[in-house]
């Protein structure tokens, strides 16, 4: 009988044993079918092993080990996401989210939830935050220990490092600062983004909220101290943010008609910004040291000026035109496909006929 064409014969593989593994089966085969019955693993006894570690509970999560009572954490200032880049000053028009959840978790401090902030229940004493502070730092550093630092610390491959990005100077990144500060003298942080049009309110945030002290500064790469009489063991409780909370809503920065315009002329003031040549173009998390002050020197010979923010983000522009706004300061009057669109104001009208008069 002839063979099918399409059929063909199959070769039957054998799986080899692992090494070993030979030797623990026929041992297994020659056991009394009652033994084998008895060490059925649903039934067998669990091998005895190492006790399970204790669950070590994140910073701050309850005193003295007890979970049902919340922290009373003794910092003297209201805990908020981020320390320079949010003011106290502007309120919000809305909440994206309830106010009643907080970031730090249900019942993990003894401090209310606002919505923006958890402000403290007494009111600090700034005379006793003062005198604690100067005396962690003891007695000024002489040139020597500073140059000392600064050469351990400053360059780009220490370990020691914080990253400060468009968040500012957040509240958990208080307890990385004294984290580092267990081991280490000094900590570097390199800022980048939003944050580095004001290095002076970032230097400001990160003494006063820390204790600690700048000690060096080049363009955006600070070196914060801890001092002298520093003791790891006497950390301050700082109960950790478990996510970030949802920014409130706050009035429009950009109005439809500029205040001292007419809905013509800002109109007008809008296309010649559009059409203008760009005065700077700015990187996604860049350093912008300079722009305010370049910003500054065009107004004096231009009224409105365009800057290029193309690849930076929709947010981030609308975080420029603020920190512009407050610091120039300057009316923003668009933000269009990633360009920011800035005005003078009436000011230098106002200044010239005040001072011919």
Same mark, same amino acid.
């Given at each position: 009988?002839?063979?099918?064409p399409?059929?063909r014969?199959?070769?039957l ?5 692992r090494?070993?593994?030979?030797? #623990?089966l026929l041992?297994?085969?020659?056991r ?6 008895d060490?059925d693993?649903?039934f067998?006894?669990k091998?005895?092993g190492?006790a399970?570690?204790p669950?070590k509970?994140?910073?701050?999560s $309850?005193? #003295?080990?007890?979970p ?5 954490? @003794?910092l ?7 320390y320079?880049?949010?003011s ?7 909440f994206?989210?309830?106010r009643r ?8 401090? !003894?401090?209310t ?7 403290t229940?007494?009111a600090?004493d700034?005379e006793?935050?003062?005198?604690e502070?100067?005396r962690a730092?003891?007695a000024?550093?002489s040139?020597?220990?500073?140059a000392e ?13 914080i ?8 509240? =958990?990144?208080?307890?990385d ?5 267990k081991?280490?003298?000094t900590v570097r942080?390199k800022?980048l983004g939003v944050p580095t049009?004001?290095m ?18 080049n363009? =955006?790469i ?6 002298r009489?520093y003791d790891?063991?006497?950390k301050?409780v700082?109960?950790l943010?478990?996510w970030k909370?949802?920014?409130?809503i706050?009035?429009?920065?950009v109005?439809n008609v500029a ?5 013509e002329?800002?109109?007008e003031?809008?296309n010649r ?5 760009p005065?700077? *173009?700015?990187t996604?998390?860049?350093v912008?040291? =300079?722009?305010?002050? *370049?910003?500054?020197e065009?107004?004096?010979t231009e009224?409105?000026v ?6 930076v ?10 920190k512009?706004r407050d610091l120039?300061?300057c ?5 269009? !496909?990633?360009?920011?669109?800035l005005?003078?104001? *009436?000011? @230098?009208?106002?200044?010239t $006929?005040?001072?011919?008069?």
């Amino acid at each position: 009988m002839a063979r099918l064409p399409f059929l063909r014969r199959v070769a039957l593989k054998t799986l080899p044993l692992r090494p070993g593994s030979s030797r #623990a089966l026929l041992l297994l085969l020659r056991r009394p079918l009652s033994d084998v019955a008895d060490d059925d693993p649903p039934f067998c006894p669990k091998p005895p092993g190492r006790a399970p570690r204790p669950r070590k509970e994140p910073a701050g999560s $309850s005193p #003295a080990g007890d979970p049902d009572r919340p922290v009373g954490p @003794d910092l003297p200032f209201d805990f908020r996401y981020s320390y320079s880049e949010t003011s106290a000053a502007v309120e919000p028009i809305g909440f994206r989210e309830p106010r009643r959840f907080s970031p730090f978790g249900p019942g993990r401090i !003894d401090r209310t939830w606002t919505g923006t902030s958890a402000p403290t229940r007494v009111a600090p004493d700034p005379e006793k935050a003062t005198g604690e502070r100067e005396r962690a730092l003891g007695a000024p550093l002489s040139e020597e220990e500073v140059a000392e630092l600064v050469e351990r610390y400053r360059h780009s491959d220490c370990n020691r490092q914080i990253n400060l990005g468009k968040g500012g100077v957040t509240h =958990n990144m208080l307890d990385d600062i004294h984290n580092h500060w267990k081991r280490a003298e000094t900590v570097r942080i390199k800022c980048l983004g939003v944050p580095t049009h004001d290095m002076d309110n970032v230097c400001f945030h990160l003494e006063d909220k820390s204790g600690g002290k700048i000690i060096y500064r080049n363009i =955006n790469i600070l070196l914060l101290y801890r001092g002298r009489h520093y003791d790891p063991k006497q950390k301050p409780v700082i109960p950790l943010m478990l996510w970030k909370p949802y920014a409130p809503i706050y009035p429009k920065l950009v109005k439809n008609v500029a205040e001292g315009l007419t809905f013509e002329e800002t109109k007008e003031m809008r296309n010649r910004g559009l059409t203008s040549p760009p005065l700077m *173009k700015l990187t996604r998390n860049g350093v912008y040291v =300079n722009v305010v002050e *370049k910003v500054r020197e065009a107004f004096k010979t231009e009224e409105v000026v365009r800057l290029d923010c193309k690849y930076v983000g929709t947010s981030d522009c609308k975080l420029i035109g603020m920190k512009l706004r407050d610091l120039v300061p300057c009316v923003p009057i668009l933000f269009k !496909d990633e360009q920011i669109i800035l005005w003078r104001g *009436k000011r @230098d009208t106002e200044s010239t $006929s005040t001072s011919h008069a």
